[in-house]
């Protein structure tokens, strides 16, 4: 079961190689992570007109997906998230994709999104953000429960928002993009809103 969560290997013709934020290379370990750059006859060197054009400076003539993966002894990598939703807390790294599913087990949640909030202690906590199945009810209590026993703690959202829709982009994601933002502006009524 643990191979077929696995995103797999390159294709032929093409490499890939997994790198910390320095560019080196991470241990096969299946733990560690870092960022999937990839290089082949037919892949991009970067996005036409890049705001993140310093990437391509970082790692010359490899391609940055902006996801951010694991590597085992056998090569197969694991996507653990997008490099702009990974949330840094008190020098650790939480994956969002991790939060987000298991959320979504609970049965009262239709649609779940993590994302980062400013924290003074912490640099970033996550947020949880929810829309609910009709007539369902979710609290800050059922959420700390919803977690217990399936991930670190520490990487236990510090807030919930219930709403009544996620903004989705043209291609039917979610925007995290306009979630933080929303957020981010309104996070004194979001403290009060969870009682933190």
Sequence with gaps: MALQCKQGRPQFGMEFRVADKDGHEVTHDGKSIGSLLVRGPWVAAQYFNAEDADTHEQHPGWFDTGDVVTIDKDS???????????????GEWISSIELENIAQDHPAIKEAAIVAVPDSRW?????LVVVLKPG???SYDD??????????K??????LVVVDKLPHTATGKISKKDIRHTLITSLGKVKNDVGS
Excluded: C
């Design 76 to 90: 197969f990598i694991q996507i653990v998230d997008r490099n702009k939703d990974l949330i840094k807390s008190g």
């Design 123 to 127: 640099d970033e906590r996550p947020a």
């Design 136 to 138: 369902a009810t979710f």
């Design 143 to 152: 959420m700390r429960a919803q977690y217990e026993g399936k991930t670190s």
């Design 154 to 159: 520490w990487h236990v959202p510090d807030h």
